[in-house]
C-alpha cells in the first residue's frame, strides 16, 4: 500500500527485455536506505518488488499484464520515474489509499501555466473516467492529485510548483503517456452495489444430506 506521495526520482539505468516481459535496473538512493529483497517499491505508480539490489540500484521484474496496462514499456534508459516505498504503519497519510495497481493509461492533452499552478490534462477512456469525480483523488504515475475538473474525455489536475520539481511531471509533454490509478474505496463500493450471485438452495434444517449433495451432483 502507498500514499502517492513521492519519496525521489530514480533513473532507469537499463531495461532488458524479453518476449512479453522485462527487467528494470533503477538508480536511487533514498529508497535504498533499508531495502530488502522482495520489498515494493511504486515505480511510476506501478507496485513492483525488489528482486536485486546494490548500494546505488535495485532491480525489479516486470510481467506481461503489467506491461500491456502501464506506461512502462515506454521507458527507456535515463528515464526519469517516481518511486515510493510501501507505506509503514507508522507513517503518516499524507495522500489517498493508493494500490499501485494501475488502472490504465492515459495521454497528456494540454499544459498550462496559473500564476503559480500548471494544469495537467489528462485524455483517458470511459473505462477510466466512470471512476473519477471532481474533487476527488487519483494517482499519475504514482503521484496522489486532486482531479480538478472532469468531462467526457479528459480530467484535469492542477499541480503546485513543488510537485511538478520533484516528480516526473516536469518532463511530461503533451502526448507523453501516463499511468493512471482512479480511488480504490469507488471501485470497491460499484462492486458492493451490484447484486450478488444468487445461492444455491440450502437443504431443510440446515445441515448437509445424503439427498441434498446427491441433487447438486456430489
Known amino acids: 500500500m502507498f500514499t ?10 537499463a531495461i532488458r527485455k524479453g518476449p512479453h516481459s522485462a527487467v528494470l535496473e533503477i538508480a536511487a538512493q533514498v529508497v535504498l536506505g533499508d ?7 511504486a515505480v511510476n505508480g506501478v507496485c513492483l518488488t ?9 532491480t525489479a521484474d516486470v510481467m506481461h499484464e503489467t506491461l500491456n496496462r502501464s506506461a512502462l514499456a515506454a521507458l527507456r534508459p535515463g528515464s ?12 503518516r497519510f499524507g495522500g489517498h489509499i493508493v494500490a499501485g495497481h494501475v488502472d490504465g493509461v492515459g495521454t497528456v492533452q494540454n499544459i498550462q501555466r496559473d500564476d503559480n499552478a500548471i494544469w495537467y490534462t489528462i485524455a483517458a477512456g ?27 474525455t479528459s480530467f484535469a489536475i492542477s499541480a503546485i510548483p513543488h510537485t511538478v520539481a520533484v516528480t516526473v511531471l516536469a518532463d511530461r509533454k503533451v502526448g507523453d503517456r501516463v499511468n493512471l490509478e482512479t480511488d480504490i474505496i469507488g471501485k470497491y463500493v460499484e ?16 445441515g448437509i444430506t445424503r439427498e441434498f449433495l446427491t441433487r447438486y451432483g456430489f
Open 4 to 13: 502517492g506521495i513521492v519519496e525521489e526520482v530514480g533513473t532507469l539505468k
Open 35 to 41: 531495502i530488502h529483497l522482495g520489498d515494493s517499491i
Open 50 to 58: 525488489a528482486t536485486s539490489f546494490t548500494a546505488a540500484s535495485f
Open 80 to 91: 526519469r520515474v517516481n518511486l515510493e516505498r510501501a507505506m509503514a504503519a507508522n507513517g
Open 126 to 152: 470511459p473505462e477510466i473516467l466512470r471512476y473519477v469525480v471532481e474533487k476527488g483523488s487519483i494517482a499519475i504515475d504514482g503521484i496522489s492529485l486532486t482531479v480538478a475538473r472532469v468531462d467526457g
Open 191 to 206: 462492486k458492493l452495489l451490484q447484486p450478488a450471485p444468487e445461492a444455491a438452495p440450502q437443504p431443510a434444517g440446515g
